[in-house]
Every structure is written in C-alpha cells, then in structure tokens.
C-alpha cells in the first residue's frame, strides 16, 4: 500500500549513476522501449519510483489532500541573452512522484525529530500550516454556490457539500471533461486563496494542507539553510554527531535560521514576480506596435475578483494578470461593478459582464508608465 514499516536516519555516500530529468524519465514511462534509459542499471529504480509515487498519491487522497493541477513556469533568456521569455508547462507525473518522496522524507523527518524533543540537544525546525480559518471556508463555500447559480450548473454535481464530503472528495468528483476545464481551474485558485501561508517554526504543529501532524525539511540540505540545520540537529539527537556548541548556542542560532529561512520565502515570491513582470512587459509592449484592430487575442480564463481588479491567467503563456477596474471603466467609458460574491463583474450599458470560470480574449490596449501596469480589455470567448 505504501505505508511506511520503519524510518531509520543514518549515513550514506550517494554515487551518481546518471544524471537523469523529469523530462526524460517520464518519456521512459511513456514510450519506454523508445528510451535511451530503458535496460540501464537504473531503470528498476524508476520502474519502483512510479510504483511507490502512485502508492503514495492513493494514500494522500485518502488523507483529503487536494491535488492541484499546476503549472510549471520558468521565466529564461532568449539565445542571444537580450529578451526575458516565458515557458510554462504543466507537471509531468515523474515530478509528481519525486515529490511524493519528498514529501515522505520530510514528514518521516519531522517524525524522528518530535520523538527526539525531550532531549536538551536537539533544535529542531518545523513547517508549519494552519488550517484556514471558518469565514475563509464560509466565503469558499459561498463562491462556489454563486459559481453553480451564474453558470447554471447541476447543483447536484458542482455544489461543495461542506461537513459531508473534504474538498479533495468535491474536487475528485468534478466533471473532467474539456469544456468544464476553465471553471476547475478558477475553482482551485479560489481554494488556494482560502489557504494561509506556511511558516518556519521551532515548535511542531499540523501541516493542513497536507494532512499530516508534523512536517521537517530534510529533501534539501545542500540549498536550504533550514535543510542544514535540521540534519545537524538530528545526527545530534540521535547520536550519530557530536554536539557542536552548547544548546543555547543552537537555540540562538535556529532563531536566526526560522527568521531568515521566513524572510527568503517573501523575497523569493518578490523575485518570481518581478521576473514575471519583466518578461510580461516585454511580450505585450510588441502589441503596441500594431493598430489598435490588429492586436491579436489571448485566450485566457478568470480566476477571480475583487471590488476593484478582475484576475486572469493567459492559457500560454499559463502568467496570472491584473485587469483594474478604474482603467478598464475608463477605456470602455462605462461604469463597472463587481457583486458582493466577488464573482460578476458588468457594466452599466456597455453589456460586458464576466464571471469567474469564464474565458475571455485579452487584447493589450494600453500600458500605464507611471504606474507600471498593463490594461488589456477582455471579451466573452465564443463558445
């Protein structure tokens, strides 16, 4: 079934065989006698990756974990070095199952180092994610219901039925088929904001996005500060290390680390975005070039609203945008609302109303230089 027997940590020299990718190997699941990988030393290895990532996947369902169909964006130069270009593509499953060792490592980590506790030695680091809070479920839930009466859904089959089923059960269970597939994505995204952001902590507490009782960083010690600092910590408690300093010295040192450790989490969402804002504004500012009536369309899905902005995200590349309502209302010389929900927006009489899970065209109207920001307009995608 994929359930752990027994955790043990110890010492180990990793001998590289190969240096495989995510890319490569799932081309070896997929047409695996094509493979260049196929009959190598290794290839047991892989075949026992898929079969305990798919084990494991299984086992999170059955904790309620919801699986989120995400996409993986790598913002890079072009050849000659001079423009920022955007390549976004969706999570091939030999990531998924690498993650699920991850995942395991960390939590059966986060395990040994809760039962070390009681000795002064040992500081550990924890991850931790609070479960987020009713109003934030109440509004999920009322998002949803609003979502089921706008796009005239079955309510039998789209309605979250909150206390009886987990929202990893409602979301297995939504139809999968292509033309529902705008309206799943905006769904996740409306889960994702009613999460609450993980922290770095020194005491051991739920992970719930995840569903498990504690949770460690130990899959990453060579680019994690915390990763270090936590395989130090527990070869000190198990006493497979001796102790390098004093244990206030570690406690001085891991409050440093936990407040580093949560600081580097907010640059590095600061970085990505000012990454992605850069290569944005490099593809759009070439629309300008052209006459208003032959800028060309972006197919793209809403995600959601607020009072005064609409979000969407391109279908390529997968970026997430800002529509402000004050700059599109002007552009359309309209006035626009958005309902209490946050799920319609409409204007007075232009006859634009938008609704999140609805996909759209976007064509690049203007850029604000003072404010740094792009207006594109959207219109209702025929169906």
């Known amino acids: 079934r994929g359930e752990v027997q027994e955790t043990r940590l110890l010492r180990g020299l990793i001998h590289s065989r190969a240096k495989l990718s995510y890319g490569g190997v799932q081309e070896y699941y997929d047409r695996p006698a094509e493979s260049p990988l196929a009959g190598q030393g290794y290839s047991e290895c892989l075949e026992l990756l898929r079969e ?18 995400r996409h993986e964006i790598d913002v890079h130069t072009d050849p000659d070095g001079v423009r920022l270009a955007i390549r976004g593509q969706r999570r091939n499953d030999c990531s998924l199952y690498n993650e699920q060792i991850s995942l395991l490592c960390n939590t059966e980590g986060a395990r040994l180092l809760i039962r070390e506790t009681g000795r002064p030695v040992v500081q550990p680091v924890f991850r931790v994610h609070e479960a987020p809070p009713d109003a934030a479920r109440d509004h999920l839930q009322r998002v949803i ?27 297995d269970r939504l139809p999968q088929e292509a033309q529902h597939a705008r309206l799943r994505q905006a769904i996740e995204r409306q889960i994702l904001l009613c999460n609450q ?36 910590e527990a070869l000190e408690g198990l006493g497979m290390e001796k102790q390098g300093g004093s244990a206030e010295d570690d406690e001085a040192v891991r409050e440093k680390i936990i407040h580093r450790a949560n600081c580097s989490k907010s640059l590095q969402r600061n970085l990505e975005k000012r990454c992605l804002k850069l ?46 309502l004050d700059d599109l209302a002007e552009a359309l010389d309209e006035k626009l609302k958005v309902d209490e929900d946050e799920v319609r927006m409409a204007s007075a009489g232009h006859g634009l109303e938008l609704r999140v899970g609805d ?25």
């Open 52 to 69: 305990v990532g798919l084990l494991r996947l299984d086992l999170a369902r059955e904790r309620d974990v919801v699986q989120f169909n």
């Open 359 to 383: 996909g759209v065209l976007l064509r690049t109207h203007s850029y604000d230089e003072k404010r740094g920001r792009w207006l594109l307009v959207p219109e209702l995608m025929p169906v």
């Open 197 to 232: 952001r993980s922290m770095f902590s020194a005491e051991p507490g739920q992970h719930y996005a995840l569903r498990v009782d504690a949770y460690s960083r130990f899959s990453s010690p060579m680019r994690e500060i915390v990763g270090i600092f936590t395989h130090k």
């Open 279 to 324: 290569a944005v504004d490099q593809l759009l500012r070439g629309d300008l070039l052209q006459p208003t009536a032959e800028r060309r369309p972006r197919k793209a899905t809403i995600l959601g609203m607020s009072h005064n902005r609409v979000y969407v995200q391109m279908d390529s590349p997968p970026v997430e945008l800002k529509i402000y």
């Open 145 to 171: 219901s609003r979502l089921v009466e706008l796009h005239r859904l079955q309510a039998e089959t789209w309605t979250w039925r909150r206390g009886e089923e987990s929202l990893a059960e409602f979301m």
